[in-house]
Every structure is written in structure tokens, then in C-alpha cells.
């Protein structure tokens, strides 16, 4: 009877040190996946939207237009969208009132999102510039003469 002592010990021992292994390994794959930042990095283009949404956690997702087109899939074109998320609230009220205007923005990029972080792995954490889009003139101005030429 006193032979199984030692062995029911042992294996506490190693149950103990698997379980505090597993709770090491997990935790460095959560802090890798959802905190560990991936890349930063600037993109700009046209703001498209700012919005504040959510059902549970509330957060503010965007989208910029950014110049030339790429191919999804032969013979079809889209234009360059870069869909993000900002964490700060100063952030998103100077992108709100900056709708339509080209910016610079500079995010931070991590391997997945968090619920309450945004729905988006980029992370806008701050503006490096925002200017006026360059307008031209409407376009009724321009064929104006042409039409009554026409007539």
C-alpha cells in the first residue's frame, strides 16, 4: 500500500507542471495573436466614412479610398479600400469632421481583432495630415457652351 503513495505524488507533480505549461503556452499565443503588434505603417487616400457602431462594444470603423484600382479577379476592377478601426476618441472626432478630404493616417496592423478594439486588425493610432481634396469645377460649368452651341 505504501508503494502507491510516491507514485500518486509524482503524478500530481507532473500534472501540475503540464497544466502550468499549457496556461504558459496559451498565453503567449493570446498576447501574440490579439496584442502583439504585426505592423505599422502610413496609408493615405480619400476618407471615405467615419462611423461609430456596435451593438455591445461601440467603436468607430472607417474606410479609406486610396488612388488606382487593383484586380480581384481577372477582367474585374474595385478600387483600393482600406477598412480600420480607432481606439482613440480625439482620433475619430478630427476624422469625423474630415470626411471627403485626403489624409495620412498611421495604424498599427495585428494578427486578429478584438471586440472591443474594433472590427478591423488596423488600428488608426494616429493623423500624420489632413488636406482639402483638390475639386474640380463641376462639370455643368465645363459643357454649358457646348450644349448651347449645340442648339
Known sequence: MNDFKPKRKRSKKVLWWFLGILVLALS??????YYYVFGTGVKSGELNYLIYKGVVFKTYEGKL???GFRADRPGGLQSNQFDFSVENEEIAKRLMISSGKDVQLHYKEYFAPLPWRGYTRYIVDSI??????????PLEEEL???ILESM
Do not use: A, K, M, N
Request: glycine share 0%; aromatic share 18%; proline share 9%.
Open 28 to 33: 503567449i499565443f493570446f498576447y501574440v495573436r
Open 65 to 67: 479610398i486610396q488612388s
Open 144 to 146: 454649358t457652351p457646348y
Open 128 to 137: 500624420i495630415t489632413i488636406e482639402e481634396s483638390v475639386q474640380e469645377p
